[in-house]
C-alpha cells in the first residue's frame, strides 16, 4: 500500500494484538501446510467410513486458498484420479474445489493429469457434469482487460496453447457422454456475453464455437442459431444511423488534423480498420469472422470432395432454415441479414433456393400477411443488390410477381370499396417491389430491344392505374423513380396518378399537420449498403451500387431532404431533375412520418 494511501484510508486501523489474532485465525483455517501429511485419499476415506467430513473441508480450504507448485498439484491430482469412484455427489464441494484448480498456465505434466482426472471424474459421475463443462466452457470468455490477446477475433500463440487442452477434453467427454451435448448447449446459452461487452470478449466466445463446430460438427444446427440470435441483439443496438454518425465524427476529426497539417501514419489506415461504434464493431468483427468460417466450409475449391459437399449443403440448409425462424420475423435488422447474401454468392444453387423458398411464402395464403410483406422485401432487395444475379433470373421473378399482381386484381372486385392498406398489404407490397426493381434495375431491363419488349408485357399501366392505386401508398422516392422509368420507356404514365394522390393528401397534411400513417406502406429494404468496415470485404464484390440510367442526359439532382422524409434520397438519388419537376412543388404532400426505420430506405445510394 503506497504512502498516500495509507494516510488517507477510512479503514479502522488494527492494534498489535488484533493483527496477531489474525494471524493466528488464519494459520488454524489450513491445519496442514502440504498434502502429503493427511491427502485426499485419507480425508475421502474417513468422510465415507467414519462419517468424518471435517478432514474433507479442511482439504477443500485448503485447494481453494493454498498457492500450489506443479509438482503439488500434480500429485493431488493423480491421487483424486486414483480414487474417481469414491467421489460420489456427497464430495461435491471437493469436486468442485479440484475443477477450479489454475492450471492453464502449468507444465505439461500438470495439464495432463488434470485433463485425466476431469474426464474420468465426469465420466464416471454425470452429476458433475453441468459443473465441470461450466469450468471449462468459462475459459473460453477472455477477460476485459485481455483485448491485447484477441486481435480481431484471433488468440495470441499462448492463449491458443491454453485454449487447446480445454477443446481436447470437450471432444473427449462430448464422445464418451452422449448427454453432455445438452448440457454444453444449455452452458453455451447461459455464458455467451452480454451484447454491451468488448468486442474482443464476445468476438473470442465465437471464435470458441467455431472451433467446437470444427471437430463437433453435430453442433451445427443449434450453435450457428444461437449466435445469429445473439448478433441479431448487437445489430438492433447498432443502428445505422449511430453508426453513420459515428464514422461522421471520426471523418471531421481527420479532416481538422489534415487542415492542421498532422501527417497520420500510413500504418493506421490498415485494411481491417472497424466501424468506431462500440457495438457496431463488435457486430462487425464477429461478422467477419462467420463469413471467414462460411467461405471456408462452403466456397467451391479445384478439389471438392463428397463430404466437404455435403458439409457445405448442410451448413446452407441451417441458415435457410434459421432465416425463416429468426431473421425474416426480426424487425429492424440492419447487417445480419448479409449472412444469407454472403451464402447465397458461393453457390448459384444457394441462390436459387432462397428466392424460391422467399417466393413460395410470398404467394402462400395461409402465411400471415407480416411475414409474407417481409418476404417481399427481401426478395426485392435481394434480386435489386445481388451483383451475382443474372438478369434473367430477375426477368423470371419480375414475371411472376406480375403475374400474381394481375390474378389479385382479376379476383377482386372493380367497384369495391375495401381498398385499404391493412386488407391488401400483400398486393401493395408485390407492386412496390415491381416498381422498386424496375426503377433499381433499369440500365439492365433496358440494354436491348428484347428486354423492353419484356416489360412491355408486364402490363405495367393496369397496375399502376388500377382502382387499388399502388402508387398511394408506394414510397415516395420508389413512386416518383418508376414514373420516370415508365414514361421515359413509354410503359406507362403515372405523373397523373401521383399529383391526385398528392391533392388527395393535401388536406391531411395540412389539416392534421401529418400524413396518415396508413396512407404509407412500411418498407423494410433489408440489402440496403452495407456499413461495417472489416466485414464489408465478403460483401462488396457481389454488391450492386446504383447507377444512374444511361439514357438520362441530365445530371442527377438531389432531392431537398425535409424533416420526416423517408431516408433514400439523401445523396445519389437516381431521380432526375426534368422528370420530378412538377412533383418537387408538391413535395409538400409526400412527406412522411419518420415512424419506420432505416430498413425502409430503397437505397438508390452509391
Same mark, same amino acid.
Given at each position: 500500500?503506497?504512502?498516500?494511501?495509507?494516510?488517507?484510508?477510512?479503514?479502522?486501523?488494527?492494534?498489535?494484538?488484533?493483527?496477531?489474532?489474525?494471524?493466528?485465525?488464519?494459520?488454524?483455517?489450513?491445519?496442514?501446510?502440504?498434502?502429503?501429511?493427511?491427502?485426499?485419499?485419507?480425508?475421502?476415506?474417513?468422510?465415507?467410513?467414519?462419517?468424518?467430513?471435517?478432514?474433507?473441508?479442511?482439504?477443500?480450504?485448503?485447494?481453494?486458498?493454498?498457492?500450489?507448485?506443479?509438482?503439488?498439484?500434480?500429485?493431488?491430482?493423480?491421487?483424486?484420479?486414483?480414487?474417481?469412484?469414491?467421489?460420489?455427489?456427497?464430495?461435491?464441494?471437493?469436486?468442485?474445489?479440484? $475443477?477450479?484448480?489454475?492450471?492453464?498456465?502449468?507444465? @505439461?505434466? *500438470?495439464?495432463?493429469?488434470?485433463?485425466?482426472?476431469?474426464?474420468?471424474?465426469?465420466?464416471?459421475?454425470?452429476?458433475? $457434469?453441468?459443473?465441470?463443462?461450466?469450468?471449462?466452457?468459462?475459459?473460453?470468455?477472455?477477460?476485459?482487460?485481455?483485448?491485447?490477446?484477441?486481435?480481431?477475433? @484471433?488468440?495470441?500463440?499462448?492463449?491458443?496453447?491454453?485454449?487447446?487442452?480445454?477443446?481436447?477434453?470437450?471432444?473427449?467427454?462430448?464422445?464418451?457422454?452422449?448427454?453432455?451435448?445438452?448440457?454444453?448447449?444449455?452452458?453455451?446459452?447461459?455464458?455467451?456475453?452480454?451484447?454491451?461487452?468488448?468486442?474482443?470478449?464476445?468476438?473470442?466466445?465465437?471464435?470458441?464455437?467455431?472451433?467446437? =463446430?470444427?471437430?463437433?460438427?453435430?453442433?451445427?444446427?443449434?450453435?450457428?442459431?444461437?449466435?445469429?440470435?445473439? &448478433?441479431?441483439?448487437?445489430?438492433?443496438?447498432?443502428?445505422?444511423?449511430?453508426?453513420?454518425?459515428?464514422?461522421?465524427?471520426?471523418?471531421?476529426?481527420?479532416?481538422?488534423? %489534415?487542415?492542421?497539417?498532422?501527417?497520420?501514419?500510413?500504418?493506421?489506415?490498415?485494411?481491417?480498420? *472497424?466501424?468506431?461504434?462500440?457495438?457496431?464493431?463488435?457486430?462487425?468483427?464477429?461478422?467477419? +469472422? &462467420?463469413?471467414?468460417?462460411?467461405?471456408?466450409?462452403?466456397?467451391?475449391?479445384?478439389?471438392?470432395?463428397?463430404?466437404?459437399?455435403?458439409?457445405?449443403?448442410?451448413?446452407? /440448409?441451417?441458415?435457410?432454415?434459421?432465416?425463416?425462424?429468426?431473421?425474416?420475423?426480426?424487425?429492424?435488422?440492419?447487417?445480419?441479414?448479409?449472412? +444469407?447474401?454472403?451464402?447465397?454468392?458461393?453457390?448459384?444453387?444457394?441462390?436459387?433456393?432462397?428466392?424460391? !423458398?422467399?417466393?413460395?411464402?410470398?404467394?402462400?395464403?395461409?402465411?400471415?400477411?407480416?411475414?409474407?410483406?417481409?418476404?417481399?422485401?427481401?426478395?426485392? !432487395?435481394? $434480386?435489386?443488390?445481388?451483383?451475382?444475379?443474372?438478369?434473367?433470373?430477375?426477368?423470371?421473378?419480375? +414475371?411472376?410477381?406480375?403475374?400474381?399482381?394481375?390474378?389479385? =386484381?382479376?379476383?377482386?372486385?372493380?367497384?369495391?370499396?375495401? @381498398?385499404?392498406?391493412?386488407?391488401?398489404?400483400?398486393?401493395?407490397?408485390?407492386?412496390?417491389?415491381?416498381?422498386?426493381?424496375?426503377?433499381?434495375?433499369?440500365?439492365?431491363?433496358?440494354?436491348?430491344?428484347?428486354?423492353?419488349?419484356?416489360?412491355?408485357?408486364?402490363? &405495367?399501366?393496369?397496375?399502376? +392505374?388500377?382502382?387499388?392505386?399502388?402508387?398511394?401508398?408506394?414510397?415516395?422516392?420508389?413512386?416518383?423513380?418508376?414514373?420516370?422509368?415508365?414514361?421515359?420507356?413509354?410503359?406507362?404514365?403515372? %405523373?397523373?396518378?401521383?399529383?391526385?394522390?398528392?391533392?388527395?393528401?393535401?388536406?391531411?397534411?395540412?389539416?392534421?399537420?401529418?400524413?396518415?400513417?396508413?396512407?404509407?406502406?412500411?418498407?423494410?429494404?433489408?440489402?440496403?449498403?452495407? &456499413?461495417?468496415?472489416?466485414?464489408? /470485404?465478403?460483401?462488396?464484390?457481389?454488391?450492386?451500387?446504383?447507377?444512374?440510367?444511361?439514357?438520362?442526359?441530365?445530371?442527377?439532382?438531389?432531392?431537398?431532404?425535409?424533416?420526416?422524409?423517408?431516408?433514400?434520397?439523401?445523396?445519389?438519388?437516381?431521380?432526375?431533375?426534368?422528370?420530378?419537376?412538377?412533383?418537387?412543388?408538391?413535395?409538400?404532400?409526400?412527406?412522411?412520418?419518420?415512424?419506420?426505420?432505416?430498413?425502409?430506405?430503397?437505397?438508390?445510394? /452509391?
Amino acid at each position: 500500500m503506497s504512502v498516500y494511501t495509507t494516510k488517507t484510508s477510512i479503514l479502522k486501523t488494527f492494534s498489535g494484538a488484533d493483527r496477531e489474532r489474525a494471524k493466528v485465525i488464519a494459520a488454524n483455517k489450513v491445519r496442514f501446510a502440504t498434502p502429503k501429511e493427511k491427502g485426499l485419499a485419507e480425508s475421502v476415506r474417513a468422510a465415507s467410513e467414519e462419517q468424518n467430513f471435517h478432514l474433507v473441508q479442511e482439504f477443500t480450504y485448503f485447494l481453494k486458498e493454498a498457492e500450489l507448485d506443479d509438482e503439488e498439484l500434480e500429485e493431488i491430482l493423480k491421487d483424486a484420479q486414483k480414487i474417481v469412484h469414491n467421489l460420489t455427489p456427497d464430495f461435491v464441494n471437493v469436486v468442485e474445489a479440484l $475443477l477450479s484448480l489454475n492450471w492453464r498456465k502449468r507444465s @505439461c505434466k *500438470t495439464i495432463e493429469a488434470f485433463t485425466e482426472f476431469s474426464i474420468e471424474i465426469l465420466v464416471a459421475h454425470n452429476r458433475y $457434469l453441468p459443473m465441470g463443462i461450466s469450468k471449462f466452457i468459462s475459459h473460453w470468455i477472455p477477460n476485459d482487460q485481455d483485448g491485447a490477446d484477441w486481435v480481431n477475433g @484471433c488468440p495470441s500463440n499462448q492463449i491458443y496453447c491454453e485454449l487447446k487442452p480445454i477443446h481436447d477434453v470437450l471432444n473427449r467427454i462430448i464422445t464418451a457422454v452422449p448427454m453432455a451435448f445438452d448440457v454444453i448447449v444449455d452452458t453455451i446459452s447461459s455464458k455467451f456475453p452480454y451484447f454491451k461487452k468488448p468486442a474482443h470478449v464476445t468476438s473470442g466466445f465465437l471464435f470458441n464455437l467455431l472451433w467446437l =463446430l470444427d471437430y463437433k460438427p453435430v453442433f451445427e444446427e443449434i450453435i450457428l442459431q444461437l449466435v445469429l440470435q445473439k &448478433l441479431l441483439v448487437l445489430d438492433v443496438n447498432a443502428p445505422r444511423d449511430e453508426i453513420n454518425l459515428e464514422n461522421s465524427c471520426k471523418q471531421m476529426e481527420e479532416a481538422i488534423f %489534415h487542415m492542421d497539417d498532422i501527417t497520420v501514419s500510413p500504418d493506421t489506415n490498415n485494411s481491417e480498420e *472497424t466501424v468506431d461504434h462500440p457495438i457496431g464493431q463488435c457486430l462487425d468483427v464477429c461478422l467477419h +469472422m &462467420l463469413y471467414k468460417y462460411f467461405d471456408k466450409k462452403c466456397s467451391i475449391k479445384s478439389i471438392f470432395t463428397d463430404q466437404e459437399r455435403c458439409t457445405a449443403n448442410r451448413i446452407f /440448409k441451417i441458415l435457410l432454415f434459421t432465416f425463416d425462424d429468426v431473421l425474416l420475423p426480426s424487425h429492424n435488422t440492419h447487417h445480419v441479414q448479409f449472412v +444469407m447474401f454472403f451464402i447465397t454468392s458461393l453457390r448459384q444453387t444457394y441462390y436459387e433456393a432462397f428466392l424460391s !423458398s422467399l417466393w413460395q411464402k410470398v404467394q402462400n395464403p395461409n402465411v400471415s400477411a407480416i411475414i409474407r410483406h417481409g418476404a417481399v422485401g427481401y426478395l426485392a !432487395s435481394f $434480386l435489386a443488390r445481388a451483383k451475382f444475379v443474372p438478369l434473367c433470373t430477375l426477368q423470371l421473378y419480375l +414475371m411472376k410477381l406480375s403475374k400474381w399482381a394481375h390474378s389479385y =386484381l382479376d379476383d377482386s372486385d372493380e367497384y369495391s370499396q375495401n @381498398c385499404s392498406l391493412k386488407s391488401n398489404l400483400v398486393f401493395f407490397s408485390v407492386c412496390q417491389a415491381i416498381f422498386y426493381l424496375i426503377a433499381f434495375r433499369v440500365k439492365d431491363l433496358t440494354a436491348t430491344t428484347n428486354d423492353l419488349l419484356f416489360l412491355q408485357t408486364l402490363q &405495367l399501366s393496369r397496375l399502376a +392505374m388500377c382502382h387499388f392505386n399502388p402508387l398511394r401508398y408506394c414510397l415516395a422516392a420508389v413512386a416518383t423513380a418508376f414514373a420516370g422509368v415508365t414514361r421515359t420507356y413509354q410503359l406507362a404514365y403515372c %405523373h397523373t396518378v401521383l399529383e391526385r394522390n398528392a391533392r388527395r393528401k393535401l388536406a391531411t397534411v395540412y389539416g392534421h399537420e401529418k400524413s396518415m400513417p396508413e396512407e404509407t406502406l412500411e418498407t423494410f429494404f433489408p440489402f440496403d449498403p452495407y &456499413l461495417l468496415k472489416m466485414s464489408n /470485404k465478403f460483401i462488396e464484390n457481389n454488391y450492386l451500387i446504383y447507377q444512374g440510367n444511361a439514357d438520362d442526359n441530365v445530371s442527377p439532382e438531389p432531392l431537398r431532404r425535409k424533416r420526416g422524409d423517408s431516408e433514400m434520397v439523401d445523396d445519389d438519388d437516381f431521380i432526375k431533375a426534368d422528370k420530378r419537376q412538377k412533383l418537387l412543388e408538391l413535395s409538400k404532400s409526400q412527406e412522411f412520418e419518420k415512424h419506420f426505420h432505416f430498413g425502409s430506405s430503397p437505397g438508390f445510394s /452509391k
